[in-house]
């Protein structure tokens, strides 16, 4: 029965991981090619621009870009009220479809019979909590059908066996030992990543951190002066060099900076990329390595931003991204445009990777750390 999806759907139809379509930039190739040892000769030999205030301005309408708009930070970062309601309604499309179907699909019946259990199979498979997750409730499910006689004691019953997956995830380190601490931001073109640099280092800052940022996104038109934005805004020191520069260069720069300053973290950002594209996922791992050069034990995190939309792709997303470089920590975005916010079970039952923030809107208050309990109850 756990097949029953299988069967009744086409091979063409059965593919639930979509193509990732995203065109980016490919570096220059003399650059792709440098070794870490060049890149740190690069930062020595050039001077890195200096910050920018950290006291906010009225900047003019940002540059056109692939991510969102740098919101007005308004408000303490990090602050939970009214977050679980933001969550509720974020996650409302997915919601809608889970609470509504099961609703629908005990309706005139008493009994959870296969029949019953076939269309839950598919429902949550439709809600992206991914095949191998929804097989394994449903399996969970079947042993205890006996005892569920309505719609109401099946969302009970899901919420706790979901929420028992979600639990088997390691909690992350929360505490920042080393100073500075040294955190990189990846992940595919357009997820989000500047805007999650610059809302988590609004926080940080807020909470008496003092932050600097790596605008080691060389590539991509505007991505320098958007994160510059967002810097203002948070009140974050930035170190930028000229487009097209070294990217590891710019990270190494920007630690001898961090040291100088004494400041307590560092957030480097890095240019979006194809997790398939093996030049620039070894781009990537040059960072990586001048970062360590600098800094032993350095990054000490490395944040891998997912994009909701895209459902089981995140997952493929994740698993190469984590081959290359030993992810610690995730942050899922989008959730509030989605359908698919069961993705976050999905990552939850399959990845041994923290799920460390999610986002559910463009305002600052809207990157929360995940909190397993609040997200199954705003998702039933």
Known sequence: MALNWFKKNKPEDRDRLPKDTTEIEEPPEETAMQTEDEAIEAAQSSKAEEPESSAPEKAGEPPATDEAEPEKLAGKPGDKKGFFRRLKTGLSKTRQILT????????????????????????????????????????????????????????????????????????????????????????????????????????????????????????????????????????????????????????????EAAQARDVDIVYIDTAGRLHTKVNLMEEIKKIKRTVAKKIPGAPHEIILVLDATTGQNALSQAHLFNKALDITGLALTKLDGTAKGGIVVGICSTLNIPLKYIGVGESIDDLQEFDAGAFVNALF
């Not at 296969?114 to 991914?130: A, R, V």
């Not at 706790?160 to 992350?172: A, F, G, H, N, Q």
């Open 100 to 255: 509504t179907d099961i609703d629908e699909l005990f309706a005139g019946k008493s009994k959870l019979d296969d029949d019953l259990l076939e269309e839950l199979e598919e429902l949550l498979i439709t809600s992206d909590i991914g095949v191998s997750t929804a097989m394994d409730l449903i399996e969970t499910i079947s042993k205890k059908s006996s005892t569920i006689q309505d719609a109401a004691q099946l969302k009970d019953f899901l919420k706790k066996e979901i929420l028992k997956t979600m639990d088997k995830v390691p909690s992350p380190t929360k505490a920042l030992t080393d100073k500075p601490h040294v955190v990189m931001v990846v992940g595919v073109n357009g997820v989000g990543k500047t805007t999650t640099i610059g809302k988590l280092a609004a926080r940080q800052v807020s909470e008496g951190k003092k932050v600097l940022i790596a605008a080691a996104d060389t590539f991509r038109a505007a991505a320098v002066e958007q994160l510059s934005i967002w810097a203002d805004r948070a009140g974050a020191d930035i170190v930028k060099h000229t487009d097209n520069a070294d990217p590891a260069a710019v990270a190494y720069d920007s630690l």
